[in-house]
DNA sequence: AATGAATGAGGGTTCATTCAT
DNA sequence: AATGAATGAACCCTCATTCAT
């Protein structure tokens, strides 16, 4: 058997509670406790918080990174190159996130309070460990999204890829919040789907609008 | 009401301190050490952290609308009506934010922070003094933006308005980290100016991209 | 006023602690318990449970310190050079020794286990505090010592020194032990002086032992 | 009867740990990794973590008592009595402990560590356990002792053993930080043999030395 | 107005031991 | 005979806050 009971429990605790609170405001005892185990247990099958940290973002990346593989195989067979078009890519980016949150509830959220935590200092090793594991994974997906961007220097296309990320990551940490928002001033449901399907055109439109064209003069 | 020195040191070395490691990581021993002052001396003051970090904000919010109201003042004059472009409103926000940031070397970063901070939960508060002391000056230039995007719903417009925010929010928080980034793998060193200008085509077009293309099949 | 009250009880039960059990074996919850002080009332004073035992350590080494100083001076004032012998200076050692122990109960005792701990690993930071602040006081004594030994080489003299000094250690560190066999085995109460004084001839003779006569051999 | 293989392992493993690191440093998680065992194996073994240190003694025991019996005949045949001198006697026990150490690498060090257990408190039952099963072994070797030192009284004698056995343990016990210092010092590598001949014309002049020629002044 | 001192609550981690199989 | 899992107790430390002056 892959694991414990007690270590079963604990992981899903903890990914409640970290998607909900986020990491480092969630304590190792508001853990164990909503999980109905010792307090040692998360030591004894984890080493550490960091390492329970470590094991509830592999639950989430390795389905993530399947799904992504599995994608671009099956877009690789069914499409003549000449049509890979970016909104492609990127809704078959968000299919790939809505598939995982749905086999696990809190995906989602924690996929983005991973990415979140891994651009903070101090979280060298969280980078680390998240890089060397998937890192080269995302690379052919990562490749394309370039080719069907506006042509641009690498260091261009480095800066642009993180604001769309920050997009992504900053509206979904934020979804609770601004889907509250709405509600009070659309009276409107907010969909996790629909959000996401908003972003493609935006994102879309970010990565292929051509640079340089003004700049502000300095003050 | 002039404040007492020792509020002022201590205003001055929480600012640098909170857009350095942000408000929660930043602990009051840092605050206060830092200000050459006694621990007890921000609850004596200030009441509490949070009434800190109000009275930090506020120093920032200040100045930083006040240039946004000049700004508009100033495009109103330098512009006939129907110039007005996207980039040109959004360049005009980067250089209002830079301005602010020149007079008081933490602002930019604090902006940010602030921003972070507000959207998250149990900051209700924070959140209802920033909107309601500064929200309502901010409205003529949304309308502007408004009037530059592609034809959309209002939530719709909503939404993307928080995409384009997310970008923002996310880059600067974490500037310090893409920066170093940046520098190790392109050897290029980043400048904020920069950075801001970069962003500008790219949420210009985001803003003006034509929605709704695609809708991708739900699982 | 030099210290506060709490900080002076925390010492007191620190010190008293200490030279029962042990640094290592005492805990910050029984000297804080003692003290009848809040537990983090150490960290408050003294940073950490190291930064303690050096503020006891210090207590304890600088009256020490001073009263060799002063018996040097005295003892060169006092006597014809011709005249030193080596018992003489190992007796003004011991009378140090009991002096200070018997301003501070127990002095000794901590004296002792501070050099026990100073000699562990992982003990780097107090051994090199130990020896950047006391190490060049005692230096005008070692060398009188050296003075009075047997011929022989820096290396010799720097084991002989050790050999001699863990007789004193190990002595005084299984002091209460050592008196309990003694009262079961002759029924005679030791006490501390005499002990000192006994081991006088004894380390005297070893300093002053010629070496090198025989060599077992090897295996 | 033949120990399990587990049981086997977990001593090898907890012997070199303990010589290494001392009993109380070594955590029974160390051992069980190092043996390649269960953490649960040495309670299933041994009883307790207490249990296992007997038990190590044990193993080393037996064979350090039977090298003094060995080495006492030996003496008894190589030498005619009226020639026994002190120094011999010492360099036939530093040869036994050296013979030891040979057939069982750790055995020196155990032996240290053991005995600085043993005066520890709340050790009485080891010391007990190991005084009751070669405290009478090594009668004769002491009585051998006695008649080499210098005239003195019982308890005299009872000090002096303890002066030089303090000697020797605290010697060897922090013989790896010693001879680490030595090496800064002087560039030049200790090794035990070299040590233990040292320190024979040390302790043979103590133990030798006339007592009592002075006596400080009670301050 | 200001501060040194003190505190209660809570943080993550480590340990030897025991339980269930 | 052996072990993976689990645990209770205890560890040192940090925090924002409050008290007494």
Redesign the interface.
Known sequence: MAQSKTAKQILDAAEALFAEQGF?ETTMRQITYNANVNLAAINYHFGSKQGLIQSVAEQFLRPFSNYIDQALIERANMLDKSSVKM??LL??L??AL??VD?ENTHSLLMFTRLLELA???NQGELREFIIGRYGSKLKPFITLIRAQSALME???F???L??????????L??F???SA??KK??N?EAEI?R?L???????????????????????
Request: net charge neutral.
């Open positions: 480092i909104e492609e809704e078959l968000m299919r809505l598939r749905q651009y903070m200092k690498e260091d261009e480095f800066w642009r993180h604001f769309v990320m920050g997009s992504v990551i900053f509206t940490s934020n609770t919040m601004l928002i709405e001033k659309f409107s789907e959000i399907h908003r972003m493609v055109p935006v994102l879309s439109a970010g990565m292929q609008a051509r640079g340089d064209k003004l700049y502000f003069s300095r003050l």
